[in-house]
C-alpha cells in the first residue's frame, strides 16, 4: 500500500475562519472592549506623547443614526485610531446637541392635549428626558460601528457646566460690543414661530406667480415736468414674486446710476429701467407700446411719491446700489418689514419712512394689511392679486418656479419679517474672522474659499429664538426705562447659576433672586428688572464647544487639530465655532477642517423615503457587519457625494475577503512559528523574502502618508492591491513550495515564515483604524511575540523604514512579475488546449530577444520556483505566446520525467530512493532527514 505523504506536508492549521461570521463575532468583540476599557487603555498606553486632538461636531441627539452620520463617525473614528497608532495621544470625547426646536416639537406632540397649559419648566424637563434617552440610544450604534472614545462621559449642551460655559461666552462677546438688540428683517418661519439663522434655510423650489404692478405718482420732485411726462398719468412698475408683502410696501427702490424710461401704453405712462423693457413688456404681453423722451438717470427720480395700489399709504422713491438690471423692472418694491436689503437702505438712509410688519408670528396678516387683515400670508397671495388686477393696478403676471427659503427643519417656506432680535455684528470682526481663515489648513481646499465667501456676505449673526428648550439669553431689562441690561457681574451670576442649577434656573426664580444684591440699571439708576424670555439660536450653543469642551476637559487641548463634518457644516458648526472663537480670543479654533459629502444611492440620488432607496445601517450590519460600512467609507472619495447600494455592498465584501484571507493564509502557515525562537537571522532571508519585506515597508510608507492627508481611499486601494497582487498572486503563490514541502524546521521554511511573520503584523496595524473588528480577530491569531499587546488598537505602526530596495532592484523584480504574469496567461491558454492540467505539469520555453534573454538567463535556475513550473528553459527566439513583455514569448509543454507524489513537481529522479519510490530525490532527502 502505497503511503500517505501527505502528512508530510505542513500544511496550514488555524482556527482562523474563512467566512468572516461579523454580525455574530463583532458583538462579542465589542462587549469585551467596553468590559476592558479599550479605550480608556489605549489613551493610558499613550500618555506623555503628543497630543492629536479631534474636536466632535456635536450630532443632534433626536433620532437613530443614519447613513450619513455614520460615514462621518466613522472617518473620525480612522483619524483618532491612527494617530494613537502613530505616535500621538488622541483623545476623543464624543458630544450631543441636546436642545432646539425638533426636541421641543416633540416634546409638545407628547404632551398632546395638555400642551397648551404645560409649564415651561416641565416642557424642558419632557425635552431633557427625550434628548438623554436618544443620546444613550445614539452612542450604543456609534459604538456597535467600532468607533471607541469616551462614550461615558460625552459633552452635552445641556450639561450645567456647558451652559454656564456658554453664559461666558455670550457675556465676553457682549462686552466687547459685538452683542445688541435690534429691529431687523429677519428669516422667519410662521409654522415654528421663531427666527432662524442663515444655517437653518434650506432652497427648494416653489411656484408662483411674478407680478408687475403700478404705482400712481402722487407729488413730482420736477423731474417728470422737466421730461414734458404728465405726473397724473405716471405709474412706477414694480415687480414682486411675493405679492403677500406688498401691504408692507413704503417705498420704490431705483438704482442710481441706471437708465430710466417712460413707456406709454394707450394714455399711460410707465416707469421701467431702459433695460428691462423689452423683457418686461413680454412678460405682460403689451406689444403696442412706445419710449417716450430721453432716459433720465435713477438719481434724478429720488423722492417722487406715489400712492400705495391699495391701501392709504404713500410710497416714495429712493435708491440703492442692490437694484440690479438681472430681472423685474429696475424698480425694486421696498418693505422693510419683509426684506434684509429694503431694511438696510431705509434705516441707513431714509429714516423718516416707517417699518411696516402687518404679519404676525403665524404668518398671518394683521389689520396694518387692512381687507387682507386674517389671510395667511400664503392664502394672501391671490386674493391680493385679484384686488390689484381689479383695481387696474396690475400690468401683468406671469407664473414660474424659483429657489424659495425653507426652514430646515419643518421644511415649509418660510417669510422675512422685521422682529426685535438679539444678534452679534459679524462686521465688528470681520477682518480679523478673514485672517483666522487663512491659518487654518481647509480638506478639501476649496473650503477656504467657501468659508471666506460666507463670511464675506454675513454681516450679522441672529441669536435669538422665541422658543422654550435652550440656554437663555442672559440679559435682564430694567422696568423703569426698558434698557437692557448685561454686564461683567450680571453674566458671572447667571453662569455661577447654570453651572450650579442648570439652565432651568432661569425659569425658576426672579430677576431679583438671580441678580446680585444692589444691581442698578446703568442708564437709569432703575433697581427692578425683567428677564429675557427668547433663548439662543442653537448654533451658539455648539459654537460654543471649542471653549465648553477644548478649554475644560483636562486630555483635550485649544485650539484643537481637526473638525470633521458634512460640507453642510460650512454655514453651521465650522462657522459658528470660528465666529465665536475670533470674538472670544481672536484667532480660530481649530487647525485643520475637514469636510465630506452626502450618502447617495448607487445612481446619485439623494436617499429618501418616498424613493424607498434608503439603506439603514442596522440593516448592512446585520447582514455583512459593522466592519463593511467601515471598508465603504474607507473606500470611498468621501469629499464627494458617497454612493451605496446593495451592489456596492456586495462587491465590497469581495474585496473585504481578499483581504481577510490572505491574513487567513499567513495566520494558517505560521501554527508553528515561535518568534521568540524561529525567527532567522537577515542574511538566512531569500532575495525574494527581501523583496516582500520591502514591499510591506513601501506599502506602510505609502499609507501612513495617505493616512496624514486623510487619503483613506487610497489606504484602501493599497492594501488591496498589497494583499491580491503582491501577496497572494505573486508571494504567497510562490512560498508555498518552501512551506509545505521543505522540512518544518529548515531555515528556508523558516525564513519564509519570518517574512510573512513580519508582514502579517505590520499589515494587520496598519488596517486597524479602518477594520476596526477585523484587525483585532487577526491579532488574536498572530504568534506572541515580546511586547505584543492584547489589543491591536494600543500598538503603534511600524515605521516602514526597515527594508529597501534601489531603484534597480525595483526594476528587476518588476520585470521577473512581468515575465510571471506572460508565463501564467500562457498556462491558461494550454491548461484550456488540454496540454496540461495544473501549472506543475508543465515545461517553459521562454524565447526572448537579445534583452530579455540578457536578463533572464542568470535567472534561470530560479525561474521553475517562480512560475511555479516543473522546468524553465531560457533561450533565444520568438516562438511561443506573446503577452505584455516585449521581447518575450512563452512555450509551454508537458514537463518531462514523473510526477512526485509529495510536491507535485515532475522530474527525472523520481523513485531514485528506493524506500520512497514514487517521491523525487528532494523529497526523499527530506523524508529520511
Not at 146 to 170: C, R
Not at 254 to 259: A, W
Not at 276 to 288: K, N, P, Q, R, Y
Request: some cysteine; aromatic content about 10%.
Amino acid at each position: 500500500m502505497q503511503e500517505d505523504y501527505n502528512k508530510t506536508l505542513n500544511l496550514p492549521k488555524t482556527d482562523f475562519s474563512m467566512r468572516a461570521g461579523l454580525p455574530k463575532k463583532e458583538p462579542e468583540m465589542l462587549a469585551d472592549w467596553l468590559e476592558n476599557d479599550l479605550y480608556e487603555k489605549v489613551i493610558a498606553n499613550n500618555e506623555g506623547r503628543p497630543k492629536y486632538v479631534l474636536h466632535d461636531g456635536p450630532p443632534y441627539a433626536n433620532g437613530n443614526i443614519h447613513m450619513g452620520t455614520s460615514l462621518n463617525k466613522v472617518l473620525k473614528d480612522i483619524v483618532v485610531r491612527y494617530k494613537n497608532m502613530n505616535g500621538f495621544c488622541s483623545p476623543y470625547v464624543p458630544g450631543y446637541d441636546t436642545h432646539g426646536l425638533p426636541i421641543e416639537l416633540k416634546a409638545l406632540a407628547a404632551a398632546g392635549e395638555n400642551k397648551s397649559s404645560i409649564s415651561k419648566l416641565e416642557l424642558r424637563r419632557i425635552c431633557k428626558d427625550f434628548a438623554l434617552k436618544f443620546v444613550d440610544k445614539m452612542s450604543d450604534q456609534f459604538q456597535r460601528l467600532g468607533v471607541i472614545g469616551d462614550f461615558k462621559d460625552p459633552y452635552l449642551t445641556l450639561k450645567p457646566e456647558f451652559e454656564a460655559k456658554q453664559i461666558e461666552v455670550f457675556g465676553e462677546m457682549a462686552k466687547k460690543g459685538y452683542i445688541y438688540k435690534g429691529l431687523k428683517a429677519v428669516y422667519w418661519c410662521p409654522n415654528d414661530k421663531t427666527a432662524l439663522a442663515e444655517a437653518e434655510i434650506e432652497y427648494a423650489d416653489d411656484p408662483c406667480d411674478s407680478i408687475y404692478v403700478g404705482f400712481q405718482v402722487t407729488k413730482d420732485n420736477g423731474a417728470l415736468a422737466k421730461a414734458g411726462i404728465p405726473a397724473d398719468k405716471t405709474r412706477f412698475v414694480i415687480w414682486t414674486t411675493t405679492t403677500w408683502t406688498l401691504p408692507a410696501n413704503v417705498a420704490i427702490c431705483l438704482g442710481p446710476d441706471f437708465d430710466y424710461v417712460f413707456v406709454r401704453v394707450g394714455d399711460t405712462y410707465y416707469v421701467m429701467a431702459e433695460a428691462l423693457v423689452e423683457a418686461t413688456m413680454a412678460d405682460c404681453g403689451i406689444t403696442d407700446y412706445e419710449i417716450v423722451g430721453a432716459p433720465v438717470k435713477g438719481s434724478e427720480l429720488e423722492l417722487i411719491e406715489t400712492q400705495h395700489p391699495f391701501l392709504d399709504r404713500k410710497s416714495l422713491v429712493i435708491l440703492g446700489d442692490h437694484v440690479t438690471l438681472e430681472s423685474g423692472t429696475g424698480c425694486v418694491h421696498t418693505a422693510p418689514g419683509h426684506g434684509v436689503e429694503d431694511f438696510e437702505v431705509c434705516q441707513k438712509f431714509y429714516p423718516q419712512l416707517p417699518i411696516v410688519v402687518p404679519v404676525d408670528d403665524a404668518g398671518v396678516l394683521t389689520a396694518e394689511a387692512g381687507q387682507f387683515a386674517g389671510l395667511s400670508v400664503w392664502d394672501a397671495n391671490p386674493v391680493i392679486l385679484k384686488a390689484i388686477q381689479e383695481s387696474g393696478h396690475l400690468l401683468g403676471t406671469k407664473h414660474l418656479t424659483h429657489q424659495y427659503p425653507h426652514c430646515w427643519r419643518c421644511h415649509n417656506p418660510i417669510i422675512f419679517r422685521a422682529t426685535e432680535q438679539w444678534f452679534c455684528s459679524i462686521d465688528a470682526f470681520k477682518e480679523e474672522t478673514y485672517r483666522a481663515i487663512e491659518s487654518v489648513n481647509w480638506v478639501p481646499e476649496w473650503g477656504k474659499e467657501r468659508m471666506m465667501g460666507m463670511v464675506r456676505d454675513r454681516n450679522d449673526w441672529c441669536i435669538s429664538r422665541q422658543r422654550t428648550w435652550g440656554v437663555p439669553i442672559p440679559a435682564f431689562y430694567c422696568k423703569k426705562c426698558g434698557k437692557y441690561h448685561i454686564t461683567d457681574d450680571s453674566i458671572k451670576a447667571v453662569s455661577d447659576l447654570f453651572r450650579k442649577e442648570g439652565s432651568d434656573a432661569w425659569y425658576s426664580y426672579d430677576a431679583a433672586d438671580i441678580l446680585p444684591a444692589g444691581t442698578k440699571c446703568e442708564n437709569c439708576g432703575g433697581t427692578e428688572f425683567d428677564k429675557d424670555t427668547d433663548i439662543m439660536d442653537v448654533w451658539f450653543d455648539s459654537g460654543s464647544s471649542h471653549v465648553a469642551v477644548l478649554e475644560t476637559r483636562p486630555e483635550l487641548t485649544w485650539p484643537c487639530d481637526l473638525y470633521l463634518e458634512g460640507a453642510d457644516q460650512y454655514r453651521g458648526w465650522f462657522q459658528s465655532s470660528l465666529l465665536t472663537s475670533v470674538a472670544c480670543r481672536g484667532v480660530a479654533p481649530y487647525r485643520n477642517v475637514l469636510s465630506c459629502g452626502w450618502v447617495v444611492d448607487g445612481e446619485g440620488r439623494k436617499m429618501s423615503k418616498s424613493l424607498g432607496n434608503g439603506i439603514e445601517p442596522e440593516e448592512i450590519i446585520k447582514d455583512y457587519g459593522a466592519d463593511i460600512i467601515r471598508l465603504w467609507v474607507a473606500s470611498s472619495d468621501y469629499q464627494v457625494d458617497v454612493r451605496i447600494s446593495k451592489e456596492i455592498l456586495k462587491q465590497l465584501s469581495e474585496a473585504y475577503r481578499k483581504i481577510r484571507n490572505t491574513a487567513r493564509f499567513m495566520i494558517g502557515n505560521l501554527s508553528d512559528f515561535d518568534p521568540n525562537h524561529d525567527i532567522v537571522a537577515e542574511d538566512d532571508l531569500t532575495e525574494l523574502d527581501h523583496w516582500a519585506l520591502a514591499a510591506s515597508d513601501r506599502l506602510v510608507r505609502t499609507a501612513k502618508q495617505a493616512y496624514d492627508t486623510y487619503d483613506f481611499h487610497k489606504v484602501y486601494q493599497i492594501v488591496h492591491k498589497f494583499c491580491v497582487v503582491d501577496m497572494s498572486n505573486f508571494y504567497l503563490d510562490v512560498i508555498k513550495d518552501r512551506l509545505y514541502i521543505n522540512k518544518a524546521d529548515s531555515t528556508a521554511r523558516r525564513a519564509a515564515q519570518t517574512a510573512m511573520f513580519r508582514i502579517l503584523v505590520s499589515l494587520t496595524k496598519l488596517i486597524a483604524p479602518v477594520l476596526a473588528f477585523t484587525s483585532q480577530e487577526i491579532w488574536d491569531y498572530v504568534p506572541s511575540f515580546n511586547g505584543k499587546q492584547k489589543y491591536v488598537a494600543m500598538e503603534q505602526l511600524e515605521s516602514g523604514e526597515t527594508y529597501h530596495l534601489t531603484e534597480e532592484e525595483w526594476a528587476k523584480w518588476d520585470e521577473i512579475i512581468a515575465i510571471r504574469d506572460d508565463v501564467r496567461k500562457a498556462l491558461e491558454e494550454a491548461r484550456n488546449a488540454k496540454v496540461i492540467g495544473a501549472s506543475l505539469e508543465a515545461k517553459l520555453t521562454l524565447n526572448c530577444s537579445d534583452a530579455v534573454y540578457a536578463f533572464a538567463k542568470p535567472l534561470e535556475s530560479r525561474l521553475a520556483e517562480l512560475c511555479i513550473v516543473s522546468k524553465v528553459t531560457v533561450a533565444k527566439g520568438d516562438e511561443g505566446r506573446k503577452g505584455e513583455l516585449e521581447g518575450l514569448a512563452v512555450k509551454v509543454d508537458h514537463a518531462d520525467g514523473e510526477k512526485c507524489a509529495r510536491c507535485w513537481m515532475y522530474t527525472q529522479d523520481v523513485g531514485s530512493h528506493a524506500a520512497h519510490p514514487t517521491l523525487c530525490a528532494r523529497c526523499a532527502s527530506i523524508i529520511e532527514s
